[in-house]
């Protein structure tokens, strides 16, 4: 069985390893990304340690700051924003309180953000804001996942994590076709490359089954594209720009997010 225990010294040892490769690139910018994530680990582990309590307000905090982005790149108002982000936090927190009331919950969720643009009258937007709500509520309220999940979304983040990396620096070098017009610098032999490569995180961390693996390999790359999509349609490069060499907070988690909702819909 996979335990915080047991991940956090392969957390610890990835540290060390990327902070050497980063030390001998000499690049400024994968220094600053290192630094963020020197940070940012710890944290998050610390968190899942806690078990389901710590793990539901890491997902509540997570999830409300990628609501603000979402909401930035969707042009999303305050008050949008507002009920977005108290329909993900209800969903992540009945995760951890009333698990069996999820379904219902994320009903009530998409209710009241339906409802905003509706009482509002605005016939000029409401479609897209409710469009938009909806799409946020599907893509953010899984982060409610991690709650049940614990160690094995812990494990997940990092064979994800690790094949981003891999895709990104394999497709650069071994060049080849475009993955999707929609984000013309990834190439199948990056992705196909990072997918191996996350299939040997799960391995060497005693985490590959088959659902683990298709939401590494499938639902990771699927996950990038979606927020290029996103992207692409409000005209940005990233999601923002307050977290140190990685743009914005979606920009590190979209291919943690559907990779989630891959793996919950196989087990």
Not at 140 to 155: E, F, N, W
Not at 219 to 243: C, F, H, I, N, Y
């Amino acid at each position: 069985m996979i335990t915080v225990a047991s991940l956090a010294p392969c957390l610890g040892g990835a540290l060390v390893l990327g902070g050497v490769a980063v030390a001998a690139s000499r690049r400024r910018e994968l220094m600053v990304r290192w630094c963020a994530w020197a940070v940012g680990v710890p944290l998050g582990t610390g968190a899942f340690w806690w078990g389901r309590p710590g793990t539901a307000v890491l997902a509540v905090v997570v999830g409300v700051i990628a609501v603000i982005e979402f909401g930035g790149l969707m042009l999303l108002g305050r008050v949008d924003r507002v009920v977005l982000a108290a329909a993900v936090t209800g969903v992540v927190l009945t995760a951890w309180l009333a698990p069996g009331q999820v379904l219902r919950v994320v009903a009530i969720g998409a209710l009241a953000v339906a409802a905003v643009p509706l009482l509002a009258g605005d016939a000029d937007h409401g479609l897209r804001r409710l469009c938009a709500g909806l799409l946020g509520l599907a893509w953010l309220g899984v982060l409610a996942a991690l709650v049940p999940l614990g160690a094995s979304a812990l494990a997940l983040f990092m064979a994800v994590s690790i094949a981003d990396i891999v895709a990104y620096f394999a497709g650069r070098g071994l060049g080849g076709p475009r993955l999707s017009p929609l984000s013309p610098a990834k190439r199948w032999s990056g992705t196909l490359a990072g997918a191996a490569a996350g299939l040997g995180v799960l391995a060497v961390l005693s985490a590959l089954t088959w659902p683990m693996a298709v939401a590494v390999a499938v639902g990771g790359p699927a996950g990038d594209l979606l927020e290029s999509m996103v992207k692409r349609g409000a005209q940005v490069k990233d999601t923002g720009r307050w977290l140190p060499g990685s743009g914005g907070l979606l920009d590190r988690i979209d291919s943690l997010l559907v990779a989630l909702a891959v793996l919950l819909l196989l087990r």
